[in-house]
């Protein structure tokens, strides 16, 4: 059974570094062709692709966002981490992480999300 | 950039059909773009119901399925029931490691 957890601040203020942890378990990151990627929902929105982080380390961004997101993992963790530079209040949402299997195009499993709030 | 386009809100009877699309504000959707939907009720993560265009998740009741209508990927639910009622999304490969999710369907059963 694969689940996954996000976790991280509740609350952060305009301008600093969010970073977002999904601890998974059920399946491996060194599996070849598996990632995790984010996702993120403002209250009552859409949902918006954010990053996603192939078995080899490869990052992929979304283009509108690449340049505040980096996306890492620690395999012998189990962990992906998110972190997001430059935080406004626009980007409090509830955020997201979720399994795509091998050689797949869409993520099958999806942690129960976090709400971040950005507010000073 | 490209959006993908879903309609905001739909309606629907109880044991009606109903049939949401995914587009795209420029060109045609196909199935190189490998739609994927996924319903959400408020509150709640969203739980994948159809992958690679037309392909039911497991558990996913038979009465959803999705297809290409025109130049549109399409969610159809066929006798639709109360317990429908939701948020649909669907998303969209665009290469390269790529997705983008539509800004939703909700939908009303009444």
């Known amino acids: 059974q694969i689940t996954l957890k996000e976790s991280g601040p509740t609350l952060v203020k305009p301008t600093q570094t969010l970073t977002l942890t999904c601890t998974f378990s059920?399946?491996?990151?060194?599996?070849?062709?598996?990632?995790v990627g984010w996702i993120r929902q403002p209250p009552g929105q859409a949902l918006e692709w954010l990053a996603l982080?192939?078995?080899?380390?490869?990052?992929r961004y979304s283009s509108s966002l690449r340049s505040r997101l980096t996306i890492t993992r620690d395999t012998a963790k189990n962990q992906v981490v998110l972190t997001m530079t430059n935080m406004h209040p626009v980007d409090t949402a509830t955020y997201y992480c979720?399994?795509?299997?091998?050689?797949?195009?869409?993520?099958?499993?999806w942690g129960q999300g976090t709400l971040v709030t950005v507010s000073s | 950039q490209t959006v993908v386009t879903q309609e905001p809100s739909f309606s629907v009877s109880p044991g009606g059909t109903v049939t949401l699309t995914c587009g795209l504000s420029?060109?045609?959707?196909?199935?190189?773009?490998?739609p994927s939907w996924y319903q959400q009720i408020p509150g709640q993560a969203p739980r994948t119901l159809v992958y690679?265009?037309?392909i039911r998740s497991s558990g996913v009741p038979d009465r959803f399925s999705g297809s290409i209508l025109g130049n549109k990927g399409a969610l159809t639910i066929t006798g639709a029931q109360v317990d429908d009622e939701s948020n649909y999304h669907c998303m969209l490969y665009m290469g390269g490691g790529i997705w983008v999710f539509g800004g939703g369907t909700k939908l009303t059963v009444l």
């Open positions: 982080i192939y078995w080899d380390g490869d990052p």
């Open positions: 059920g399946f491996s990151l060194n599996t070849g062709g598996v990632a």
């Open positions: 690679n265009t037309n």
């Open positions: 979720a399994h795509r299997g091998a050689a797949m195009t869409h993520f099958d499993d």
């Open positions: 420029s060109g045609s959707v196909s199935t190189s773009y490998y």
